[in-house]
């Protein structure tokens, strides 16, 4: 069975640190992979989108980046955070062979940046 | 653009209540739409999906109907339960050439149900 992970699931960090949260997606090959971030009492936004290895598509110009540098592993970095970088943070994947065009999402990653 | 609308919340029931939680939206083609659930500080599950017109997903009690002709994909149950309380997202997968399979979300309605 396909199973996504994400860590670390909680951090604090300071404005101007730099960030990085790591996914990665087992039992699948080549699968879609995303970044959505959820920030206090709002929907999910898409951040990021990865259709294979080094291919990154940006949906909004922020001050993060993403980078996939194996096939089932999802990497969203800052060099300098800022606080309206605080939210909650979720990996997820799609693969049409398995799941009929439904993406699976992980357990989430809370920052808050102070 | 596509775009998800859903009815804002909070929605507050008692137990063994009938819930309805309205979602409509706008898309170019034939999407996929899709509901999901957010138990309090956890990730999102998905909860029932479908892919084609008058497609009923149902799943735990949840139902709801692909309806094109209205635009909705309502989301209903007969009976809620306290452990039914969380956020529900209405979400459509767009469909292209790219193939993508990116969501877009509404807000989300936070279901609270109380004993």
């Known amino acids: 069975s396909q199973t996504i992970h994400q860590w670390p699931a909680t951090l604090v960090q300071p404005v101007g640190s730099p960030l990085s949260l790591e996914c990665t997606v087992e039992?699948?090959?080549?699968?879609?992979l995303y970044w959505y971030r959820q920030a206090a009492g709002r929907g999910l936004q898409l951040l990021f989108y990865?259709?294979?290895?080094?291919?990154i598509s940006s949906e909004v110009p922020q001050n993060l980046s993403a980078s996939r540098p194996q096939d089932r592993q999802f990497i969203l970095s800052s060099k300098k955070l800022l606080l309206s970088d605080s939210g909650f943070y979720l990996c997820?994947?799609?693969?049409?062979?398995?799941?009929?065009?439904?993406?699976?999402f992980g357990e989430g990653s809370w920052l808050t940046v102070v | 653009g596509n775009s998800v609308t859903q009815m804002e919340g909070p929605v507050t029931l008692s137990e063994e209540a009938f819930l309805t939680i309205n979602c409509t939206y706008t898309a170019t083609g034939y999407p996929s739409l899709f509901w999901y659930v957010q138990y309090p500080g956890e990730g999102l599950q998905l909860l029932l999906k479908?892919?084609?017109?008058?497609d009923k997903g149902s799943n735990k009690g949840f139902e709801a109907t692909y309806r094109k002709e209205t635009t909705s994909f309502h989301l209903e149950k007969g009976s809620v339960q306290v452990s039914d309380s969380a956020v529900y997202f209405c979400?459509?997968?767009?469909?292209?050439?790219?193939?993508?399979?990116?969501?877009?979300f509404g807000q989300g309605t936070t279901l609270q149900v109380k004993p």
């Open positions: 997820a994947w799609r693969s049409d062979s398995f799941s009929g065009n439904t993406i699976y």
């Open positions: 039992g699948t090959s080549n699968p879609n």
């Open positions: 990865s259709v294979g290895i080094g291919q």
């Open positions: 479908a892919t084609k017109a008058d």
């Open positions: 979400a459509l997968s767009e469909h292209g050439s790219s193939n993508t399979g990116k969501l877009i």
